[in-house]
């Protein structure tokens, strides 16, 4: 008998190719773990509100009223609300076609992409078009669309940064592209060497590959280093030269925990180089309600920006996004309220503010925190945490630590983080997850768990690494630095 159509033998090859490791092997243990009763810290994503971050209150102040528009006609409203906060639920109501249970146009409320393309404008100093900004669900939905849109055929190949955020290995394997990877310097804090890049698209190009988009995550994800404006200019110059799209993947703008390299975005240094190179790069930019100090990574908000695409590639893109019908209504406010904040004399704003800057103060500590931690560990070395949510420790395995990991038939460093987790409840993700050279092995970590909780966290890592350490060292040799 042959096989049913959704038989595992009869699936489309590209999407069993997909390997996503943020919710992986390790998760899935974890998970298991969990429910025999085990303590979880899940690490794992960055899914701030899961570890304990409080929402801010403001926002969820006028979703509330819109969810419940009846709650605006009861006259013991203002009792409860802030006027602020009715009031921007009036405006955003009245954007819609009837609430938020209505689908909106399928690039998103007119309304609120204007407010996306001011907030754009005055963070980078020069005007933005409402027709050129697509809401999306997340960020990620809006990559995924960019790259299907992008890649044709297995010989369209996309720049990404090693090690890199699953999301477009996962993507570019769904849509039927090829990867072409260009490795991150961990020795020189994960900077770009751009001889390596050229030496990546070169190799690519001579296999048939047609090098088609570049990558950058800035901040890092999951590196945490944060791009200096050289570095931006630089890659801006080479796509130019290429003739490649840039992919700026910057929902980490707002996490930030160092003064040296604060967030510029692509689109100002692109703008700030002038002809002809601001004429001619493409550029699309995404950015998100899911991090920064907002963590509203339920509410599936986000937004793309393109720049420099004809008319007639963003009408296609528009017939793409009409499939969905609407990204959802209450991820739409979400944004909104995001990227027009409240201002100094509004009602609300100093709560707004004071919860915004604790958010963000403590997220600097625990950056210290886990990075000082992880090098206080034997065999463990970890660059600062310059911005983004993740720690990316390298590890320094034993030769006996990958032998024993070769026997159990698991990669040296999933050996390693499954250890962890049984041991201490810590669910990470194995560096392999994400990309690494030969012979390294990393994890990476969130730097969400609570504040108060991290120095414990911190114990109870050092504490299995180093009963780790001593079970396998040996002396014949280590992983290389």
Not at 78 to 97: N, Q
Not at 161 to 166: A, E, G, H, I, K
Not at 222 to 240: D, M, V
Not at 323 to 344: A, C, D, E, R, T
Request: net charge neutral; hydrophobic share 40%; with cysteine.
């Amino acid at each position: 008998m042959s096989p049913k159509p959704l038989d595992y033998e009869s699936l489309n090859e590209n999407v069993k190719k997909v390997a996503y490791a943020v919710r992986g092997e390790l998760y899935l243990r974890a998970s298991e773990l969990q429910k025999e009763g085990k303590k979880i810290i899940f690490t794992n994503v960055g899914n701030p509100h899961a570890l304990g971050q409080k929402p801010l209150t403001f926002p969820r102040q006028v979703v509330a009223l819109c969810q419940a528009p009846f709650l605006l006609d009861d006259p013991n409203v203002g009792l409860i609300f802030p006027a602020d906060a009715i009031a921007r639920a009036k405006h955003y109501l009245s954007m819609t076609s009837g609430g938020l249970g209505a689908y909106s146009d399928s690039r998103g409320l007119p309304g609120i992409r204007k407010e996306v393309a001011d907030f754009i404008g005055r963070r980078d100093g020069y005007p933005s078009d409402p027709e050129l900004i697509f809401l999306t669900d997340g960020a990620s939905k809006g990559v995924m669309q960019i790259l299907n849109t992008i890649i044709r055929n297995g010989n369209d190949g996309i720049l990404v940064p090693v090690p890199q955020y699953p999301l477009y290995s996962a993507a570019i394997s769904l849509y039927g592209g090829s990867l072409v990877p260009y490795f991150l310097e961990e020795e020189a804090n994960w900077g770009i060497d751009f001889n390596s890049i050229r030496q990546s698209v070169a190799a690519a190009r001579s296999k048939g590959i047609t090098v088609r988009a570049m990558v950058i995550i800035n901040p890092g994800n999951p590196t945490g280093q944060c791009l200096s404006e050289a570095n931006i200019r630089e890659l801006l110059k080479f796509c130019f030269h290429e003739n490649l799209v840039l992919l700026a993947d910057e929902v980490y703008q707002q996490n930030v925990y160092q003064d040296e390299r604060p967030f510029i975005s692509a689109r100002k240094i692109l703008f700030d180089m002038g002809p002809p190179i601001s004429k001619e790069v493409q550029l699309i930019s995404f950015h998100t309600v899911s991090k920064g100090y907002w963590g509203e990574c339920g509410q599936r908000g986000g937004y793309f920006e393109m720049t420099n695409l004809p008319p007639k590639t963003v009408d296609e893109i528009y017939k793409v996004a009409s499939i969905s019908l609407s990204p959802n209504v209450p991820g739409q406010i979400f944004l909104g309220l995001m990227v027009n904040p409240l201002k100094p004399g509004d009602i609300s704003y100093l709560k707004f503010a004071t919860e915004s800057k604790a958010i963000l103060e403590s997220l600097r500590k625990r950056a210290h925190i886990m990075t000082d931690g992880f090098n206080s560990c034997r065999n463990v070395v970890c660059n600062f945490t310059e911005g983004a949510m993740y720690s990316f420790p390298q590890i320094r395995l034993p030769l006996k630590a990958i032998e024993a990991a070769k026997k159990a038939g698991k990669a040296p460093d999933v050996f390693y983080c499954l250890k962890l987790l049984e041991a201490t409840g810590i669910s990470t993700v194995p560096g392999s997850g994400f990309g690494q050279k030969e012979g390294v092995f990393h994890l990476r970590t969130t730097i969400l768990p609570a504040e108060e909780e991290m120095p414990a966290i911190m114990a109870s890592f050092k504490k299995f690494n180093d009963a780790f350490m001593e079970q396998y060292e040996d002396y014949r040799g280590y992983s290389r630095m």
